[in-house]
């Protein structure tokens, strides 16, 4: 079978900006076509020939014995693979896909090994993997391969042979959803997450209550819920449960958070005894147990249907004032000679106790550092959203996860929300700057966080994608590689449209800025 084919994209249709990156990507590649694929992986080295691919017949062989949760990743894939009818492919297409997997039923947690191997030559498609976690990235990468050619009606793998091995840089890879300043609807949740296994991202990060709403059930305190916009937009514990189980059947972990104890002004409708005063309603009071048995009681509600290791407790943006203002809790900062810093301090520390006793580690954003140095608990991760603390935490011996900027004043950074801040500039944004390489041994991953004050299911995914991408592959790929968002620009276009081929509303990868939308007629590549 001898066909002529473009590389994964058709250089015709790009804008010069990119067909010159991938043209300087061949040059450093010694005339080799550029690997567009997304994340670029750890190692990866292909030839030049066109394998057909059998999409009629077409399974995977897992041997004996796989796994339930193995067996349903081969459904997913072969539907995503294969979207458009084609005929019988020609002799020699190939068929099968070799699935070898070492222990095809491991705990989802944090630092689970996601390496895999993937062969792909003539005699038949390989891939091996210590998990299943490994052998889904495969699959996910081995997606990004088989192309649709429209005239020859039949699906292809070009430049083959293709040998790669590949290997996450960072652990934890985070993709964060707020629920409370918009509700999001059960549907997009799934079709986000189903959107983060094409970038390798492996966490949701559940930013489920805020001040403005208390969407949550919770079956201990289920009045709390008082707090939603409405009846109709809350998340009952089964909804949760849901949700764990479809980003875990993906390799995709989740991480809840409830943040205390700021942002909690929408506790306040159940639970009035817990805030300072009808008009100053948050921070929690520190002084009262009713405030502590009540978090205890909503984190272990959740701790039952998520299982991940982590908790994250918030611990943001906390103004103090109020607590001066009930006479209560004044008092109680008089006998203790507290002041509001001091009081921030006990209320961590008795969070902390509570994540603890429930079995969990605790997660919490910078300021929990920042206030209370290394009184805080050597397991707690920092989430540094502050670039010029990661340095002081890793020094003081704590692992942190990174959303930071080194302009983190402007708030750039990964904030999703931002829409302001080019996809370039998430690109080069690098966990580790400044750091030694024992320092940057500390630092476990980050992501990219989608606060939700301009954003609902309408324009959910427009905002995420495709600048959650750069993250993506920030956190996953050697930094050697990655050093320059210019050199990734061929590759980055080439995964937008791949995002919009399953279904993802991802926007224009030149455009200005997040949520952009095309601005005339035009092809994918293009825009």
């Not at 009930?326 to 006990?346: C, E, I, M, Q, S």
Request: aromatic share 10%.
């Amino acid at each position: 079978l001898k066909l002529q084919f473009l590389y994964l994209i058709d250089t015709e249709r790009l804008p010069m900006r990119v067909v010159l990156a991938s043209a300087l990507w061949a040059v450093a590649a010694a005339t080799k076509p550029p690997p567009l694929l997304w994340p670029l992986p750890q190692n990866a080295t292909h030839g030049a020939q066109t394998l057909a691919v059998a999409s009629a017949g077409f399974e995977f062989d897992g041997g004996a014995g796989a796994s339930t949760d193995l067996q349903s990743a081969f459904g997913r894939y072969k539907a995503q693979y294969f979207k458009r009818r084609a005929p019988a492919a020609p002799a020699g297409a190939v068929v099968r896909a070799t699935v070898t997997v070492a222990d095809d039923a491991a705990d989802l947690q944090l630092g689970v090994d996601e390496s895999y191997t993937l062969e792909v030559s003539a005699d038949g498609i390989a891939i091996t993997a210590k998990t299943q976690f490994g052998a889904y990235h495969a699959m996910e990468t081995l997606s990004q391969l088989i192309v649709f050619n429209a005239t020859a009606r039949g699906y292809f793998i070009r430049n083959s042979p293709w040998s790669i091995s590949d290997a996450p840089r960072f652990a934890h890879r985070e993709l964060l959803v707020d629920t409370a300043r918009h509700y999001l609807p059960m549907p997009a949740l799934k079709h986000v997450i189903q959107s983060c296994t094409y970038a390798k991202v492996n966490t949701l990060h559940w930013h489920i209550v805020d001040e403005q709403a208390f969407p949550f059930v919770a079956p201990s305190a289920p009045e709390m819920a008082k707090g939603a916009y409405s009846p109709a937009e809350q998340y009952t514990i089964d909804d949760v449960a849901e949700i764990v189980e479809f980003a875990r059947a993906r390799g995709i972990r989740v991480m809840m958070e409830i943040d205390t104890p700021g942002h909690a002004s929408s506790w306040c409708k159940a639970h009035p005894e817990v805030c300072p005063t009808k008009m100053c309603l948050t921070p929690l009071r520190p002084d009262t147990e009713a405030t502590f048995a009540l978090i205890e009681k909503l984190m272990a509600d959740l701790m039952k249907v998520a299982p991940d290791a982590f908790f994250h407790i918030g611990g943001d943006e906390v103004d103090t004032t109020c607590w001066a203002q009930n006479p209560d809790t004044a008092a109680w900062l008089t006998v203790n000679n507290y002041t509001g810093h001091d009081a921030y301090v006990y209320f961590v520390k008795r969070v902390e106790g509570i994540v603890k006793k429930l079995g969990k580690r605790v997660v919490g954003w910078d300021e929990v550092f920042v206030n209370s140095g290394t009184e805080l608990d050597p397991s707690t991760l920092v989430f540094v959203w502050k670039h010029h603390v990661a340095q002081a935490a890793v020094q003081a011996g704590y692992n942190v996860l990174w959303s930071a900027d080194p302009n983190w004043f402007n708030h750039t950074g990964w904030y999703l929300d931002h829409t302001e801040v080019l996809w370039q500039s998430m690109y080069e944004d690098e966990p580790c700057v400044g750091l030694s390489d024992a320092e940057c041994a500390l630092v476990l991953g980050g992501g990219g966080e989608m606060w939700a004050e301009r954003i609902d299911a309408s324009n959910l995914e427009l905002t995420i994608w495709p600048r959650m991408a750069a993250v993506a592959e920030r956190l996953w790929s050697p930094r050697a590689l990655t050093e320059k968002a210019a050199a990734a620009e061929g590759r980055f276009a080439n995964f937008r449209c791949y995002l919009n081929q399953q279904g993802v509303a991802a926007g224009p990868s030149s455009g200005k800025a997040g949520g952009a939308t095309p601005k005339e007629p035009g092809s994918c590549y293009s825009q």
